[in-house]
C-alpha cells in the first residue's frame, strides 16, 4: 500500500477514471478531500477480477452535497451493466443521496468503507469555526451529526448494503469525541444505516482502510459472489 498515493488531494483537472472489462460495473466513490488516487488500488483489483471499474472523482469540498450527487449521476449514467458502487467515507453519503434521488442508478450491491452514516462528531466541532468551514466547504459541513440524522435517506430494501468499519486509530488525536470502537473518525457504530444487510470490523484505520489488503480481499468477495 502507498499511503502518499492514496492521500493525493483533489485537482480540477481531474477526470473519471474507466477500466473496462465484460464484467459487471463497479463504481468507485472517495472520500472528503480525497481523489481517485485514494481509490486506485481497489480499481485494479477488482478490475484484475474482470470488473469493469469507473473511479470517480468529486468536488467533495467546493460544491454542495446537493450539486456532487447531480455531478456524479452525470458521470456514471448511460451504462445498462448492473453498476456496484464501493465508497469511502464521505463517498457512501453521497451514495445514500444519489440511490435516493437516482434509484435507476443503482442497481448492484453496495460495499461502504467507514462511512460516517450517523454523521461526523468531527465536524460538529469544526462547525462553529470559520477556518474548518472554509475547508470542509459545503460538501464537508453536510456531514455534521445533526445534517445526516435528519436528512440523509437510507437505502430501500432492495439493496445488498454491506458496511466496513474499521476499528485502529492511528492518531488518537480525537479520542474524546468517541464512544466505544472507532477508527479515529468514525465509531463502528456510527456506520449504521437504514437498509442495512451487514456490518463488518477490520482492524484498519479511517485514513488507509481502501487500501489494506484484507479489505481489498473482502469487497471483492462481496461483489464477486
Not at 474499521?166 to 470502537?181: A, N
Amino acid at each position: 500500500m502507498n499511503r502518499l498515493k492514496l492521500m493525493v488531494p483533489p485537482f480540477p483537472w481531474h477526470q473519471p477514471k474507466r477500466r473496462e472489462g465484460t464484467g459487471e460495473r463497479v463504481v468507485l466513490l472517495h472520500g472528503l478531500w480525497r481523489s481517485y488516487w485514494a481509490m486506485e488500488d481497489l480499481s485494479k483489483t477488482l478490475h484484475h477480477e474482470g470488473l469493469e471499474v469507473l473511479n470517480v472523482p468529486y468536488a467533495s469540498f467546493r460544491k454542495s452535497l446537493d450539486e456532487i450527487v447531480d455531478d456524479v449521476a452525470d458521470t456514471i449514467r448511460g451504462s445498462e451493466k448492473i453498476t456496484h458502487f464501493v465508497t469511502h467515507s464521505m463517498g457512501g453519503i453521497v451514495l445514500r443521496c444519489l440511490a435516493d434521488r437516482y434509484p435507476e442508478l443503482v442497481t448492484g450491491k453496495i460495499v461502504m468503507l467507514a462511512p460516517p452514516n450517523q454523521g461526523s462528531e468531527i465536524i460538529d466541532w469544526l462547525e462553529d469555526s470559520p477556518l474548518g468551514r472554509w475547508s470542509l466547504g459545503p460538501g464537508g459541513m453536510s456531514l455534521s451529526t445533526e445534517k445526516v440524522q435528519r436528512l440523509i435517506p437510507g437505502f430501500s430494501h432492495r439493496q445488498e448494503v454491506t458496511v466496513i468499519m474499521g476499528k485502529r486509530k492511528s492518531v488518537p488525536l480525537f479520542d474524546s469525541f468517541f464512544e466505544g470502537e472507532h477508527d479515529g473518525v468514525v465509531t463502528v457504530e456510527g456506520g449504521r444505516v437504514a437498509g442495512l444487510t451487514r456490518l463488518e470490523i477490520v482492524d484498519a484505520d479511517h485514513t488507509f482502510i481502501m487500501g489494506e489488503q484484507e479489505v481489498l480481499k473482502r469487497v471483492t468477495e462481496l461483489l464477486k459472489k
